[in-house]
């Protein structure tokens, strides 16, 4: 059974950095792209950054281009996500995905809030 653990969020002033952990379990990831969506409350949730199976390529929402940077160590089961140059608008829920066999996995979620 697949299984999505995030961490890593807080409270942190804008400007600041915050690094997000999401461990996997219960299935091969190495072979998979992952991703970081982020929801905040009234609204759908929205696709941050992915990266592909090996870590070579990746990609990002236009909002959090050149502050945030997705990465991966398969010999961990884990994806990250350094977010730099926070913004209150960046205060959400981040979610750590994984899509297996046309169904998509998404952790418990963990909270990030910026304050002004």
């Known amino acids: 059974q697949v299984h999505l653990v995030e961490s890593g969020g807080g409270l942190v002033q804008a400007g600041g950095s915050l690094r997000l952990s999401c461990v996997a379990s219960?299935?091969?990831?190495?072979?998979?792209?992952m991703g970081w969506f982020r929801q905040t409350p009234g609204n759908e949730r929205e696709f941050v950054a992915a990266v592909t199976w090996n870590g070579k390529s990746t990609l990002y929402a236009d909002s959090v281009k050149g502050r945030f940077s997705i990465s991966r160590d398969n010999a961990k089961n884990m994806v990250y996500l350094q977010m730099n140059s926070l913004k209150p608008e960046d205060t959400a829920v981040y979610y750590c995905?994984?899509?297996?066999?046309?169904?998509?996995?998404w952790g418990q979620g963990t909270q990030v809030t910026v304050s002004t």
């Open positions: 995905n994984v899509n297996v066999s046309g169904w998509d996995y």
């Open positions: 219960g299935h091969t990831f190495s072979a998979l792209p």
